[in-house]
């Protein structure tokens, strides 16, 4: 599907459906020679509440995906440690709700694809920059880390700037994550 957009008299023109979502964004400018670094390192700067979020959500694609194979050999353990789950879900729940709420950046608004993203800042950022970046969406869709590089950093009219990056590392099932919110939203 391709998209057009105008911007400041400029045709963009990209060939991946694009969509505007309100999420939570921390970026941070890092050197060229860590660019191509796994977005996860630990050198890089992750949020504290990123990480929960997480490690949460890769627990529990782990957790769904050995009850699917557990299902398969005995249905009633399966049962039992389904229920467990839901509990710890209830519990984390409210932690998560009484917690981390408080600790969470306000969601801003950001144009995102699987392959890219822009977003609006204080400062521009000069074309070119590598910067580490983590999004999460507000509703726990997805919570990724990854760098990228800026395409663009333009003026706008409400006296922020429009930055534009490209995804240099993404793993790539963070990239599904994207694609399939993407997906999604589009859909509606």
Same mark, same amino acid.
């Given at each position: 599907?391709? %998209?057009? !957009?105008? !911007?400041?008299?400029?045709?963009?023109?990209?060939v991946?459906?694009?969509?505007?979502?309100?999420?939570?964004?921390?970026?941070?400018?890092?050197?060229?020679?860590?660019?191509?670094?796994?977005?996860?390192?630990? #050198?890089?700067?992750?949020?504290?509440?990123?990480?929960? =979020?997480?490690?949460?959500?890769?627990?529990?694609?782990?957790? %769904?995906?050995?009850? @699917?194979?557990?299902?398969?050999?005995?249905?009633?353990?399966?049962?039992?440690?389904?229920?467990? #789950?839901?509990? =710890? #879900?209830?519990?984390?729940?409210?932690l998560?709700?009484?917690?981390?709420?408080?600790? =969470?950046?306000?969601?801003? #608004?950001?144009?995102?694809?699987?392959?890219?993203?822009?977003?609006? %800042?204080?400062?521009?950022?000069?074309?070119?920059?590598?910067?580490?970046?983590?999004?999460?969406?507000?509703?726990?869709?997805?919570?990724?880390?990854?760098?990228?590089?800026?395409?663009?950093?333009?003026? @706008?009219?409400?006296?922020k700037?429009?930055t534009?990056?490209?995804?240099?590392?993404?793993?790539?099932?963070?990239?599904?994550?994207?694609?399939?919110?993407?997906?999604?939203? %589009?859909?509606d």
């Amino acid at each position: 599907m391709e %998209n057009s !957009q105008h !911007q400041s008299g400029n045709i963009e023109r990209r060939v991946m459906s694009r969509i505007d979502a309100a999420l939570r964004i921390n970026y941070q400018i890092i050197s060229d020679d860590v660019a191509l670094n796994d977005p996860y390192d630990p #050198n890089f700067v992750l949020p504290r509440y990123f990480l929960l =979020l997480a490690e949460l959500d890769q627990f529990d694609h782990a957790i %769904n995906y050995e009850l @699917e194979q557990l299902n398969e050999r005995d249905q009633q353990i399966a049962r039992i440690l389904s229920l467990f #789950n839901q509990k =710890l #879900n209830l519990i984390t729940g409210s932690l998560y709700d009484a917690i981390v709420q408080s600790m =969470l950046p306000i969601p801003e #608004n950001v144009n995102f694809s699987e392959t890219g993203f822009s977003f609006f %800042n204080e400062q521009p950022i000069q074309e070119g920059t590598y910067v580490h970046v983590t999004l999460s969406h507000p509703e726990n869709f997805f919570h990724i880390a990854a760098t990228a590089q800026v395409a663009y950093s333009r003026a @706008e009219d409400n006296g922020k700037f429009r930055t534009g990056a490209y995804f240099i590392t993404l793993h790539p099932q963070d990239r599904v994550k994207l694609s399939e919110c993407v997906s999604l939203k %589009n859909k509606d």
